[in-house]
Nanobody, 116 residues
Framework: QVQLVESGGVLVQPGGSLRLSCAASGFTLDYYVIGWFRQAPGKEREGVSCISRSTFNTYYADSVKGRFTISRDNAKNTVTLQMNSLKPEDTAVYYC?????????WGQGTQVTVSS
């Protein structure tokens, strides 16, 4: 059974940092591209970052480029999103995603709130 579990979201002040983790089970993570998405209240879900199988190919949305870093630990079946210099507009529920056999799998999400 494919499962993704996000963790690490909390309330943080502007300029702060957070590390989100996505723990995968039910499949071997290192064979797949893993993505992070986020959804703010009243907005559509948007792509934030993704990482290829090789770990050398990464993608970042313009809004987070230079502030967020995605990485993967295939031995632990985990993908991490390091978020620095957080802004109030980064407030959202963050989800990780994998596509297996043409099907989208999502975690339950973790809430990140950036506020003073």
């Amino acid at each position: 059974q494919v499962q993704l579990v996000e963790s690490g979201g909390v309330l943080v002040q502007p300029g702060g940092s957070l590390r989100l983790s996505c723990a995968a089970s039910g499949f071997t993570l290192d064979y797949y591209v893993i993505g992070w998405f986020r959804q703010a209240p009243g907005k559509e879900r948007e792509g934030v970052s993704c990482i290829s199988r090789s770990t050398f190919n990464t993608y970042y949305a313009d809004s987070v480029k230079g502030r967020f870093t995605i990485s993967r630990d295939n031995a632990k079946n985990t993908v991490t999103l390091q978020m620095n210099s957080l802004k109030p507009e980064d407030t959202a529920v963050y989800y990780c995603n994998v596509v297996l056999g043409g099907l989208d799998y999502w975690g339950q999400g973790t809430q990140v709130t950036v506020s003073s």
